[in-house]
């Protein structure tokens, strides 16, 4: 049974900077897009950032040049490294992964709290 796991998050002031990871366990195929979304209190869930297989990267407007989605396909983990965080970065990050013959999968979530 595959398994998407986020341990991290936590409290970081303005323009601080935090890193989030993601490892995926069992057996896994093919990967077809994996990345980040994020759900603020009292909204919808949004992408954040995300790789496509084709070689393609996916991100929110928000984020551009301030949010760095990386992978370690050893250790089966993605990485979200955030510099220059607002306040309204404050969310729930979930880790996705869409696996071929397996469909889709969500970590349980992150809480990250950006705030003086």
């Known amino acids: 049974q595959v398994q998407l796991v986020e341990p991290g998050g936590g409290l970081v002031q303005p323009g601080g900077s935090l890193r989030v990871s993601c490892a995926a366990s069992?057996?896994?195929?093919?990967?077809?897009?994996m990345g980040w979304y994020r759900q603020a209190p009292g909204k919808g869930r949004e992408l954040v950032e995300m790789?496509?297989?084709?070689?393609?990267?996916r991100y929110a407007d928000s984020v551009k040049g301030r949010f760095t989605i990386s992978t370690d396909n050893a250790k089966k983990t993605v990485y979200l490294q955030m510099n220059s965080l607002m306040p309204e970065d404050t969310a729930v990050y979930y880790c996705?992964?869409?696996?071929?013959?397996?469909?889709?999968?969500w970590g349980q979530g992150t809480q990250v709290t950006v705030s003086s």
């Open positions: 996705f992964a869409n696996f071929v013959q397996l469909g889709n999968y």
């Open positions: 069992g057996t896994i195929f093919i990967v077809t897009r």
């Open positions: 790789f496509i297989s084709d070689g393609t990267l």
